[in-house]
């Protein structure tokens, strides 16, 4: 679905259980990482491009001036209210709704209250498919009050503020990637972000003999939860027995003399954040010159280190890496690797254009064999970041 269609199909949905039109709609995409998968959190170099797939939000100003904000899903389902009257705070862990109400939050929190309207959401964002669709919908949130306030916000303040929420009302203690990007994403560029500094850098992506395929694993194993917290936890660890402020200021070398002084998982987590973080800046280098070969291999690299040393890929996310891998750079396949947070979701590609139709269905038809799961398939050009529809 184009997001033409996605816009007119929720304006739609608008119309029929609201019973008359949005006054405002807004979008705003996921991601995809090609390479710098947790480096966010350690102030390091991320690479992610926001893809044709989409949150939109259609709203209206709430009947009568009701001070509340009540917000739908177009898969149906009850409406999720905030009642402006009474201090905000989170639903219950695990609702959907939470990642508007941070949003909503951050807004008052700044003197920016939007009043009563009535909500419908839609997306494209395949949900927990580690494609951000959490970031697409608070960045589509934030992107729609900046609209019904008047006040637009800066986009680095706006990114932060739905990092925020997440934090506080969805209780994940993500890095800043995903949501800069889907703040900041631009058509045809992928985004080097420097995590520290956060100052991006739009690498273009023109190149029209490579294209970008995402192959979602359709799994989504559910761990504790505590697997990402314990991640970040690790690498504080690191950083601290290596006397350094983060891993970002870590080398390879110093990591190799403390490695005596470390538990041997936290070293090996350490190992990949210092290596992804190099890697990443090389890949973007990489891009500018359309040295497809390297980026490829670095790609391959950051899957086995995330594989391996971090430890946060699955059996599934690794068949689909193998099968790329034996189809060669011959074959068409430039490089693979899992992105996202790990665990399932989806693995990234940079394939030949020319090429892609056979190795979809090589993927397909390999990963079926190896796992019993259908894929799910699709190529996207780099996206354009958030955008108001109608104001
Ligand atoms: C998730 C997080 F939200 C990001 O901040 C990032 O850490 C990513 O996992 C791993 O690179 O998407």
Not at 32 to 58: C, L, Q, S
Request: with cysteine.
């Amino acid at each position: 679905m184009t997001l033409k269609e996605l816009t007119s199909h929720t304006e739609q949905q608008f119309l029929k259980v609201y019973g008359r039109q949005p006054d405002w709609m807004a979008a705003a995409p996921g991601r995809v990482n090609i390479i710098g998968e947790h480096t966010d959190y350690n102030d390091g170099f991320v690479f992610p491009m926001a893809i044709e797939r989409y949150t939109v939000i259609t709203a209206a100003r709430a009947a009568g001036d009701a001070k509340q904000i009540r917000l739908r899903s177009a898969h149906g389902g009850e409406a999720a209210v905030i009642d402006l009257t009474r201090p905000l705070a989170p639903f219950s862990i695990g609702t959907w709704a939470n990642y508007p109400a941070g949003v909503v939050a951050g807004f008052i929190a700044r003197g920016l209250n939007p009043g009563g309207f009535d909500a419908m959401i839609h997306s494209t964002v395949p949900l927990g498919g580690g494609l951000s669709s959490s970031a697409s919908l608070e960045v589509a949130t934030a992107t729609l009050l900046e609209n019904i306030t008047g006040k637009k916000l800066d986009p680095v303040e706006k990114a932060l503020l739905c990092q925020k929420a997440e934090h506080e009302y969805a209780g994940m203690p993500c890095g800043i990637m995903d949501q800069f990007i889907s703040v900041m994403g631009r058509e045809n560029h992928v985004l080097l972000l420097d995590c520290r500094s956060r100052k991006p850098e739009l690498v273009p992506m023109t190149d029209p003999s490579v294209a970008v395929l995402i192959i979602n694993t359709n799994v989504k194993h559910e761990l504790t939860g505590s697997e990402y917290p314990t991640r970040r936890k690790q690498c504080e660890a690191a950083a601290k027995i290596l006397g350094v402020p983060s891993l970002r200021d870590a080398t390879a070398d110093a990591l190799e003399k403390a490695k005596s002084r470390m538990d041997e998982v936290v070293y090996r987590r350490a190992r990949h954040v210092i290596g992804e973080i190099e890697r990443t800046v090389h890949a973007a280098e990489g891009v500018r010159v359309s040295n497809w070969p390297t980026v490829g291999q670095l790609m391959y690299a950051s899957h086995r280190s995330l594989r391996d040393d971090y430890e946060v890929s699955c059996k599934e996310l690794d068949a689909v890496v193998e099968i790329a891998e034996s189809i060669g750079f011959k074959g068409g396949m430039i490089g693979c690797r899992m992105t996202g947070g790990g665990f399932g979701g989806c693995a990234v590609a940079l394939v030949k254009s020319d090429a892609v139709e056979a190795i979809s269905q090589k993927i397909a038809g390999d990963y079926r064999k190896q796992t019993g799961i259908e894929a799910t398939i699709f190529v996207s050009r780099p996206a354009a970041g958030a955008t108001v529809l109608k104001s």
